[in-house]
Structure formats: structure tokens, C-alpha cells
């Protein structure tokens, strides 16, 4: 029976009402992170302008009133509310009441250094529903205010809630290998945003563009280019993704310079780099090729593995560290440049070997994508597999490195160095989930009968 190596667990969050009283129509939700941000913006403000500054908070149309949440100004020494822009909602407010019977507490908490964040549970009044609420809290200096903003539950603990910050003024930048269309790119930076969407960080993403251009004199020149952006725009951190951001601009220019770095989607082996180094850490990138050959077993004849990539610096690192550390050995490699190559490959494999391991078509010329799966359902005569959803289309089974982690690692480890910590003291790590991919088209092809659990746990390809 198949056995399956990679499990992927996806959270969701769901979002409740807001606090108090919603706007007309919301249209969007708000993060734990926003609030922050602009709770913090409100109370700078109102520390520079005292008591007349009050009046902005009673606006419902104002600045202050946002998304599903809005902010309300609190006096701890007349234990009152003082500003709020739905004064409708303090009359014979009997929750508010019992909140507010709170605000010790809510005026402890927003005197703590970064503020933090109160939860407590709220009757919703149209169904009686009971409901958890968070809401954050932070002080205007030199006043007697503190100023709250609510939103519904995030399903995060008031410990992690409380690890949150705000930075305004900070800036970290984004050195990508390839360029702003290949999918693995697209899934980094997508985690690197989900990570610093709301923090106040200004991001920017700078590409190399070295996967469609892979001369070594290109991949210098796209160094210096990076080099003087990073002269310009300053940053305080500085995320490096895949190989030839740390091969041209990291290792030659920044060897144990000031500024931070955090690398990511380094294949298996940082020492070709040196790595590490006093600024830098980062997440090494290593494939689940040893799940994918045991899961191809069950359905093949022999032991013999092939194996056909670009004709790539990262893809030969692969296959080196695939037997170095995974003692996955090929009787059969292909490095290719071409398209035609490419297929001519694919076709003899198909009796060199007993099973193939598929890696990517980036930086492959000429590359054909309906053109590619049509060869490939005329040609597979056995079991392909795959590290790369972009390359569903053409094997019959895939367990799938996510690019989002190594964003959301080196994005969280970003605001670790922003809030001080030196990337010596932040440990390298490596990349563990995966998500199960099944070509259902090609398993016909191959008339092999799967597993009922196996499809029902994978994402099916048809």
C-alpha cells in the first residue's frame, strides 16, 4: 500500500464581528499587526497634541475608524471613556459597563513598553452568541489617555498576540535569485508578505534575474546592480533567496559586513558559501526525494532511478546532496538546456531506468507547457515524480516543498534582528512541510490503481 511521507496541516482562521459595534458595511478585516500599528500611530499623535487632540476620536467618518474596527480614548485618571466615535453605543451599555469595570487592567496594560492586548468574551447582541474579543491597548505619553482598538478573535494566544510589534521607519530588503514570474518566487515572496503585512516594515523586492540569464558575468553585473540598491535604500535587514543571490552578492560583498542577512532556499549545502557568517543566518532548502522514490516503488519493477533537470549550478547541487545526505543514487542523470533536449531525455529514460525524478523546467529554453504534457502522456511508460507543483503536469506523483515557509521563516527572522537580536543567535534551520500531490491522467496512463486514502489526502491532478 502506498505509504504517505509528507502530511500538511492547514490552518484557518475564522473571523467573528467586531467589538462594540460594526461599521455600515465591512468590507474587509483588519490584522492584529494593523491595529498595533495604528494604535500606536493615534497615541504619538495625541501625546504631541494633549487634550484638543481628542476630538479626531470622536469622528465615525474619521481616520481612526477602519475596516472592522475603530479606536476609543480612555482616562485613567477619571476612569472614563473620553473620546469615541459611536457615542450612541455608551448608553446603557450594560457589556460595555462590565467591560469597562476592566479598566484597571486595560490601564496596566497600556502602560507596558509596546503597549499589549486585553480578550475577554462579548454576547453578540443579534444571536446571544458568546464570543472571545481581543483588543489592544497603548498609552499617550505625558497624558492620562490610553487609547483601545478591538477587533474579533484571531484565533492567536495573548502571548503570541503580545510578540507582536510595529516598525515604522524600518526598512528590509528582498534579493531574489530569479525573477518576478517563476512560481517558487512567487511563493517566497508571497511568505515573506504574509509575515510583514501590517508591521510598518517598507518592503521591496529586488530580482536577479539569473535563472533566465545563467552566464556568470550576467550573475556579477546583477550583483553590483543589487549592491547599489542596497546603498540607496538602506535597509536594516536583508532576505537572500536561492543560490545565486548568495553565490554573487552575499559572499563576495557582505562576508561579515554590519548589515544583517538571512538567506533561504539554499539546496542541502551552505558551505560553498562559507556560510555561516557573523551577520547572517537562514533556512537551507532540502528536497523530500527520499519519500517521493519510496512512494514511486510500490509501482515500479526495479530499483533504477533516473533523473533529468536544467543544466543548472542548483540542480547539480542537488543531485550531489541527494547521495551525500538522502543516499539517493541515479544510474541514469540528465542536465539539459533545451526543450528538445528536454524531451529527447524524457523518452529514454523511459527504458534506461525504472522510475524518474522530475525536477524543475526554469531556465529550460523554448519551454512548452501544452506542448510538454502531451509528449509526456504519449511517452511515461513508468513512474515519474516530482518536487515542484509546477510540474504536476507531467509526473504522476509530487510531494512538494512549500516555497511560503522559507518566506515566512526568513521574514519572521527579519523582525527578530529588528527587535535586536543578532542573526548569530537565531539558529539555522531547515524547511519540513510538504503538501502530497496525484496525476490522476497519468495514473490511468499507467493503469495504476491508488490508494482510496491516498486520494483522498492528496491534491489530485486530472
Known amino acids: ?98 467591560f469597562m469595570e476592566k479598566r484597571k487592567k486595560l490601564c496596566e496594560t497600556g502602560n507596558l513598553p509596546h503597549g499589549g492586548w486585553l480578550s475577554y468574551l462579548w454576547t453578540e447582541p443579534s444571536n446571544s452568541q458568546v464570543l472571545r474579543k481581543i483588543t489592544y491597548v497603548a498609552a499617550a505619553e505625558n497624558t492620562p489617555y490610553q487609547i483601545a482598538a478591538g477587533i474579533p478573535d484571531t484565533g492567536m494566544s495573548l502571548e503570541e498576540l503580545n510578540k507582536l510589534r510595529c516598525y515604522p521607519g524600518k526598512k528590509i530588503l528582498h534579493i531574489d535569485s530569479y525573477d518576478e514570474n517563476y512560481d517558487w518566487s512567487k511563493g517566497i515572496r508571497r511568505g515573506i508578505e504574509n509575515v510583514l503585512q501590517d508591521t510598518g516594515v517598507e518592503f521591496k523586492t529586488i530580482y536577479m534575474d539569473t535563472k533566465r540569464n545563467t552566464e556568470e558575468e550576467f550573475g556579477k553585473q546583477a550583483a553590483l546592480k543589487v549592491k547599489a540598491e542596497i546603498e540607496k535604500f538602506q535597509p536594516n535587514a536583508v532576505i537572500a533567496s536561492d543560490d545565486n543571490a548568495s553565490k554573487y552578492v552575499v559572499m563576495p560583498h557582505y562576508k561579515n559586513a554590519d548589515l544583517p542577512f538571512i538567506f533561504c532556499g539554499i539546496n542541502w549545502d551552505i558551505t560553498a558559501y562559507n556560510y555561516p557568517y557573523q551577520n547572517t543566518t537562514g533556512m537551507i532548502e532540502v528536497e523530500p526525494v527520499d519519500s517521493i522514490i519510496k512512494n ?33 543514487y541515479y544510474s541514469q542523470q540528465f542536465f539539459v538546456k533545451t526543450f528538445a533536449e528536454w524531451k529527447q531525455r524524457f523518452s529514454e529514460l523511459q527504458t534506461l531506468v525504472d522510475m524518474v525524478v522530475l525536477t524543475n523546467n526554469g531556465g529550460i529554453k523554448d519551454w512548452n507547457d501544452a506542448e510538454a504534457r502531451q509528449f509526456v502522456e504519449e511517452q511515461t511508460k513508468i513512474p515519474v515524480g516530482t518536487q515542484h507543483d509546477f510540474m504536476m ?29 543578532k542573526p548569530s543567535e537565531i539558529p539555522l534551520a531547515r524547511n519540513k512541510r510538504g503538501k502530497l500531490y496525484i496525476n490522476m491522467r497519468i495514473g490511468n496512463k499507467l493503469g495504476i490503481l491508488l490508494a482510496p486514502e491516498l486520494i483522498e489526502l492528496a491534491e489530485i491532478i486530472r
Open 1 to 98: 500500500m502506498f505509504k504517505i511521507q509528507v502530511i500538511t496541516l492547514i490552518l484557518s482562521l475564522f473571523l467573528i464581528p467586531k467589538v462594540f459595534a460594526a461599521p455600515p458595511v465591512i468590507t474587509d478585516m483588519t490584522t492584529p499587526n494593523d491595529v498595533i500599528c495604528r494604535v500606536q500611530e493615534a497615541a504619538a499623535q495625541l501625546a504631541r497634541q494633549g487634550e484638543a487632540g481628542l476630538v479626531e476620536f470622536n469622528q465615525a467618518n474619521g481616520r481612526w475608524v477602519w475596516k472592522n474596527s475603530y479606536m476609543f480614548v480612555f482616562d485613567c485618571h477619571e476612569n472614563k471613556i473620553v473620546a469615541h466615535p459611536f457615542p450612541e453605543l455608551l448608553e446603557n451599555n450594560q457589556q460595555l459597563t462590565k
Open 296 to 328: 514511486l516503488r510500490q509501482y515500479t519493477k526495479g530499483e533504477r532511478l533516473g533523473f533529468l533537470a536544467p543544466d543548472e549550478l542548483s540542480e547539480y547541487k542537488i543531485a550531489k546532496n541527494q547521495g551525500d545526505v538522502l543516499k539517493v
Open 393 to 421: 503536469s507531467y509526473a504522476l506523483l509530487g510531494i512538494v516543498k512549500l516555497p511560503e515557509e522559507q518566506g515566512e521563516w526568513a521574514a519572521q527572522a527579519a523582525l527578530k534582528i529588528l527587535d535586536g537580536a
